[in-house]
Nanobody, 121 residues
């Protein structure tokens, strides 16, 4: 059983910074892609940023230049450094991991429970 565990959410003022972390746990052989999505009440879930095992990144236009995603493959971890936060960044942030388990091999696509990020003065 593979799971991801998120941490780092909280309340910050506009213009502030916050760092989210996510760790994969379980019988993991490799994680192809890890990333973050977010959802605020009344809005659909949207992609924030993803990163592959070889370091390729993808960002939503709304966070480019402000957010940075990074990954530590040896620890099956992904981080999201969020700077210059805006009220519209307020949402529940969910970690996602897509990969392959140890033998007997299986593909997995798992989501965390989410961590609340609130940007308000």
């Amino acid at each position: 059983q593979v799971q991801v565990v998120e941490s780092g959410g909280g309340l910050v003022q506009p213009g502030g910074s916050l760092r989210l972390s996510c760790a994969g746990v379980g019988r993991i052989f490799t994680i192809y892609t890890m990333g973050w999505h977010r959802q605020d009440p009344g809005k659909p879930r949207e992609l924030v940023a993803t990163i592959t095992s070889d370091g390729s990144t993808n960002y939503a236009d709304s966070v480019k230049g402000r957010f940075t995603i990074s990954r530590d493959n040896t620890k099956n971890m992904v981080n999201l450094q969020m700077n210059s936060l805006k009220p519209e960044d307020t949402a529940v942030y969910y970690c996602n991991a897509y990969g392959q388990t140890l033998a007997p091999t299986r593909m997995f696509n798992v989501w965390g429970q989410g961590t609340q990020v609130t940007v308000s003065s």
